[in-house]
C-alpha cells in the first residue's frame, strides 16, 4: 500500500509471544529469559519502570543472542538509545509517538507502538512500525479487531496486550491477531524460573493450538 514504510530489521525470530517481565530484577532476568525460550518463547521486553531495567536486557542479550530482547514503557528517544546501547533490539510502547517510532527505526530496531484507534494504527504504520500494539485489547474487544482488520493492509502485524491470556487465543486469532503479549499470566515479580517456564508451555501449546 503506498505511504507505508518497509524498514530493514532484525529478523523476528520464534512465536509472535512477547513475555513482559515487568518488576524483573537483573540478578534473576537471565535465569527466567533462558526458562522462556526453552519453553519456545523468545521474544522478551522488560519495562523501563523495573528495577535496573537496562540491566537485565544487557545480561539477557548478551547470554541469548539468537532471542530479540529489548524495553516495553519506552516514551522517549532517549530511552531508545539506552535500550539499543545495552544490546536490545524490540522497542514496546504503551502510545504512539512519532520521535519513538522513527528512531526505533534509524537505530534497526523493531518497532511495536501502542495503538487502539483505526488513526493510531495508521499513523503507526505510515511511520513505519513493524507492528501494532493493541493496548487494552480488552478494550477493542474480538469484534472490535475484526472491523479493525477490514481496513488494516493485510499484512499489518496485530499484537493484542491488556485482558488476553492463553484460553482465549484462538477466539483472538480468529478475529485477526497476530500474536499476543503476555505479562502477568507468564510473570509477576517473586516468580521464579521454573514458574515462568510451566506457564509458558501452556502459552505455546495454546498459540500452537489456535495457530495450526
Known sequence: ????MTPDVPARPGRPLVAILRGV??????????????????????????????DSIA???QALPD???????VLWPEEVAQVAAAGGRLVVSPDCDADVIQATRRLGMVSVPGVLTPSECFRALKLGADGLK???????????????????????????VGG????DFGDWVAAGASGF??????????????????????AVAAWDEAAA
Open 1 to 4: 500500500m503506498r505511504g507505508f
Open 25 to 54: 530484577e537483573p540478578s534473576e532476568a537471565t535465569g527466567i529469559a533462558r526458562a522462556l525460550v526453552e519453553a519456545g518463547i523468545t521474544w522478551i521486553e522488560v519495562p523501563l519502570n523495573s528495577p535496573s531495567p537496562l
Open 59 to 61: 545480561a539477557m542479550a
Open 67 to 73: 532471542a530479540l530482547i529489548g524495553a516495553g514503557t
Open 134 to 160: 493493541v493496548f487494552p485489547a480488552f478494550r477493542m474487544g474480538r469484534d472490535g479487531l475484526k472491523a479493525l482488520r477490514a481496513v488494516l493492509p493485510p499484512e499489518a502485524q496485530v499484537y493484542m
Open 164 to 167: 488476553v491470556g492463553p484460553a
Open 181 to 202: 503479549g503476555l505479562g502477568s499470566s507468564l510473570y509477576a515479580p517473586g516468580d521464579t524460573a521454573a514458574d515462568v517456564a510451566s506457564r509458558a508451555r501452556e
